[in-house]
């Protein structure tokens, strides 16, 4: 038995487009499931997507969905998305990646605690840190 915290991402209308570009960073598979597959109900685009999925090479899963017309979204910065870890092959491009489009708010770089970190808005006002952890010293 296994539980999992994961990150739920809300968009309008971007979904399908968010989470493929996240697949491209991040890689692994993404399963997408739109409303239509369920019966889309009168004004909503059956189109839009109902529930998506994407599990990394990591073992990191990310999730989200288009929010129907009617529900309420409210862009904002009350949740971040954290990238930790002490792969810089994944971590660095991954920070690269991400930013484009975007705004990046701290360069990726060391920091006074040691480890390299750097933090964005991507494109689709999605907000990021990615901390890479430093090398451990030798004992």
């Given amino acids: 038995m296994s539980t999992h915290l994961t ?8 979904a399908r487009e968010a989470m493929t570009f996240y697949r491209d960073v991040l890689g692994g598979t993404l399963d997408l499931t739109t409303f239509g597959e369920f019966g889309a109900p009168p004004g909503v685009d059956p189109e839009l997507v109902m529930h998506s999925q994407l599990t990394t090479p ?6 989200g969905s288009d929010v129907p017309p009617g529900m309420d979204l409210t862009p904002g910065s009350s949740i ?60």
Avoid: C, K
Wanted: net charge negative; aromatic share 12%.
């Fill in 58 to 63: 990591q073992g990191w899963w990310l999730m």
């Fill in 80 to 139: 971040t998305v954290a990238l930790t870890g002490d792969d810089g092959d994944v971590l660095r491009p991954a920070f690269t990646a991400l930013a484009e489009g975007g705004t990046v708010e701290t360069p990726l770089e060391p920091q006074m605690w040691g480890d390299e970190y750097g933090a964005l808005v991507d494109r689709y006002g999605i907000h990021w840190m990615v901390n890479l952890s430093a090398p451990a010293a030798p004992s």
């Fill in 7 to 14: 990150p739920y991402l809300s968009f309008r209308g971007q």
